[in-house]
């Protein structure tokens, strides 16, 4: 049966831990799919992993359309989301239209960046049929802001902001957070403060889901890898059997572990 974001609501009432992956293309999407992943993001992290460039800013609409329409076509039965790239909802009106393009082109879903200035913009969506994800913490969409890619709400007031976001955008209407790159014990906190599934990337074991990019936990990705990425590929003896690890290894908690994990 297909994944929607009731399964995922089920999930969380029953306290099992369900996974995500990025895929771009029709041949990862029907194998991230086959293997069990309830959620496919594409995602902006297209700009780094596809296009090689330093940040998520280049990617263009036109080609999350594009990479959205091919994954659409590989899917067997996972719930798709989209990233809407940078400046692509800085109004409500664009958002609206812009999310719209993704839908037509396959997404069940888009996924937001940014904390309450969205709240406006997630009704809107929310009210008219497009379920929302909203991207909180480390959001690389912001990287220029932050000053490089950094670990957020480390402090006690950044933690409480951020709990507090989370609440107001699940309030207007947002049907799933993420979280990136957050102290586990905050992450925590914010997957108890709301009802709506918690995706976890870099946020510790105990969010509702976690998600990586394909590239990383397949050991492609050059240079140095993050803390929360794990090379499922090098336990493995194929693609296959490494997606099928990582999703058994999310669900019985077993990934992420302490040394995936920022503490505080
Ligand atoms: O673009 C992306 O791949 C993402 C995930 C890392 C959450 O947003
Ligand atoms: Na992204």
């Not at 989301?81 to 692509?88: L, V």
């Not at 957070?177 to 914010?190: H, S």
């Not at 058994?248 to 920022?262: C, Y």
Request: glycine fraction near 8%.
């Amino acid at each position: 049966m297909a994944v929607t974001i009731n399964t995922l609501r089920e999930y969380k009432q029953n306290g099992e831990a369900f996974s995500a992956l990025t895929s771009y293309d029709a041949t990862f999407a029907q194998i991230v799919s086959e293997a069990g992943v309830d959620v496919i993001l594409i995602g902006d992290s297209l700009g780094m992993v596809l296009q090689g460039n330093d940040s998520t800013l280049p990617v263009t609409m036109d080609q999350m359309v594009y990479h959205t329409s091919c994954v659409a076509k590989g899917n067997r039965g996972s719930l798709i989301m989209a990233d809407m790239p940078f400046m692509s909802y800085g109004t409500v009106e664009a958002a609206l239209e812009n999310a719209a393009e993704l839908m037509r082109a396959g997404a069940h879903m888009v996924k937001l960046e940014g904390t309450d200035w969205m709240k406006d913009t997630i009704s809107a969506l929310s009210e008219r049929g497009v379920p929302v994800c909203a991207h909180l913490g480390l959001t690389p969409q912001f990287v220029n802001k932050f000053g490089g890619y950094k670990v957020q709400g480390r402090d006690e007031k950044a933690a409480e902001m951020m709990i507090e976001h989370a609440c107001e955008l699940e309030e207007a209407g947002a049907d799933i957070i993420l979280l990136e790159c957050v102290p586990a014990p905050l992450a925590a906190r914010i997957t108890q403060a709301v009802k709506a599934p918690v995706i976890g990337i870099g946020a510790g074991s105990d969010t509702d889901g976690q998600v990586l990019v394909v590239h990383d936990m397949l050991g492609l990705t050059p240079g140095r890898k993050p803390r929360f990425v794990k090379n499922f590929l090098a336990e493995t003896d194929s693609v296959q059997e490494a997606l099928a690890a990582y999703v058994q290894q999310v669900r019985d908690r077993t990934f992420p572990s302490e040394e995936h994990t920022f503490k505080a």
